[in-house]
């Protein structure tokens, strides 16, 4: 029958004329079929066809802020637009972080250039004596969910923060990003492609600008610590005490955060 409908769509107006030199009940079956198919034949409406896709993350904002300490540093903003918690929390909300590129001094050579988040700095004037990094994973078993090799490469991602912390967005979103942003791991490690690959197959299909975006500054311009922190330091974010007080991983780990108990920051599970 489905082959039929497509040699109906074919007809000419001969072979219509001699459809209708059928008499009675025929001619009316002919009528309504041939009508039934116009309309698939005649092309999908403009309410049929599917909408694109929003992209997993939408980049609202990627300026650089400047440089300090040899590092250029930016501040970037974005929507994750997945209903999926591996992925994405808090679906549509603009978030804004501050984005660093590595030395690799103590993330290694692969790392290096890599655009690695942050929360703030501490020192004063040009002198930076540390970046407040974000807090590593004490229950990176979460990572596996999303990708086999994510979690493989837990090192080299350590500072990408953790599901284990009560943050506005998941480790997942800042891999999206600074893959975006690029250089570094994106074009050292053998395996970024396919690392990519497997967290789209999770469900994140991509990273956009939003129309129109243009990025602002140079990264050239010598900025202090204050000004960076003000561009970029997000207020209320939790974080774990201070690694000295032992309760912050010095490496990802699978501990699940048992150890550390009331003085880790309330978890947002998926």
């Not at 802020?65 to 603009?94: F, H, M, P, Y």
């Not at 250039?113 to 994973?137: A, Q």
């Not at 250089?183 to 396919?194: K, L, T």
């Amino acid at each position: 029958f489905g082959l039929r409908a497509i040699v109906d769509c074919q007809l000419t107006r001969s072979d219509s004329q001699k459809l209708m030199g059928l008499r009675g009940l025929h001619v009316l079956i002919f009528k309504l079929v041939g009508a039934f198919f116009y309309v698939i034949c005649s092309g999908v409406r403009d309410d049929d066809v599917g909408r694109v896709a929003s992209p997993c993350i939408q980049i609202e904002q990627n300026d650089y802020v400047g440089t300090i300490d040899g590092r250029r540093i930016k501040k970037v903003s974005w929507r994750c637009n997945v209903d999926n918690l591996q992925l994405c929390r808090n679906k549509a909300e603009v978030k804004t972080k501050g984005f660093y590129e590595s030395s690799g001094k103590n993330s290694g050579n692969l790392m290096k250039d890599t655009w690695t988040p942050f929360d703030s700095l501490f020192g004063e004037g040009i002198t930076v004596r540390r970046f407040n990094k974000l807090p590593r994973e004490c229950c990176v078993s979460k990572w596996q969910d999303v990708s086999e090799l994510v979690y493989d490469k837990r090192m080299d991602l350590a500072r990408f923060g953790s599901y284990s912390v009560g943050r506005n967005y998941t480790p997942i979103e800042l891999v999206a990003v600074s893959r975006y942003l690029g250089g570094g791991f994106w074009n050292n490690d053998e395996d970024a492609g396919e690392l990519w690959s497997q967290i789209q197959q999770a469900g994140c299909n991509g990273v956009e600008p939003r129309a129109g975006l243009q990025s602002e500054g140079s990264g050239t311009e010598s900025v202090t610590v204050g000004q960076v922190n003000e561009q970029i330091a997000q207020h209320g974010e939790p974080s774990p005490p201070a690694k000295l007080f032992g309760m912050n991983p010095d490496r990802p780990r699978d501990a699940c955060c048992d150890k550390y108990g009331e003085f880790w920051p309330k978890a947002i599970w998926h």
